[in-house]
């Protein structure tokens, strides 16, 4: 199905009443696919990390879950799974980075699925809100703008969410990659 946007886009002279009719009727099939489709992503995921935690001789559980809009894959129990996660989560982005094309070999989908090791990404979730919410407000406070150390977009976006809750302040990231930093701005 189409959106107003793709047929706008398309050049296509549609109704807008007959696309939002076949909008809405998608949405619901839409839903019920996509669900299906990441509870697949990630039964192919914790098939692909099983296999490779056997090869590796590493115990651990591995966890399926759904959130929003993308399959959330975690690996917990074990020891030694720090040696998964690695300096600055490095491994874990590379496992990651392989366990999704893994699932996009069996689906020919791009996955967004995200891997968690031993609660590190969880982790590093709560520090980054704590980070964004008081570079915030000291922003608020100091009218002062204030720059961040370089992070990953998946740090980012972390950042900007804490800072979004927070009136009277904004955020942008600048730079260029691996440099790339969120500045926190006064409104």
Do not use: C
Not at 18 to 29: G, S
Request: glycine letters at 10%; charged letters at 35%; hydrophobic letters at 35%.
């Amino acid at each position: 199905m189409t959106s107003e946007q793709d047929t706008a886009r398309d050049g296509e002279n549609r109704e807008g009443t007959d696309v939002v009719l076949e909008t809405q009727n998608a949405d619901t099939d839409t839903d019920t696919d996509t669900e299906d489709d990441l509870i697949e992503e990630g039964e192919i995921a914790g098939d692909y990390l099983e296999q490779l935690l056997d090869v590796l001789d590493f115990d651990g559980d591995i966890d399926l879950d759904v959130e929003g809009d993308r399959a959330v894959v975690s690996i917990d129990g074990g020891k030694d799974l720090s040696k998964l996660v690695g300096r600055k989560g490095e491994v874990l982005d590379a496992l990651q980075e392989l366990t999704r094309l893994a699932v996009q070999q069996t689906t020919g989908v791009r996955s967004r699925l995200m891997l968690d090791v031993a609660g590190w990404r969880a982790g590093r979730r709560a520090e980054l809100s704590a980070l964004g919410k008081a570079a915030a407000e000291r922003v608020s406070a100091s009218g002062e703008r204030e720059e961040l150390a370089p992070m990953t977009p998946f740090e980012r976006k972390i950042v900007h969410d804490a800072v979004a809750k927070v009136d009277g302040v904004s955020s942008e990231s600048e730079g260029a990659e691996p440099n790339r930093r969120v500045v926190v701005l006064k409104d």
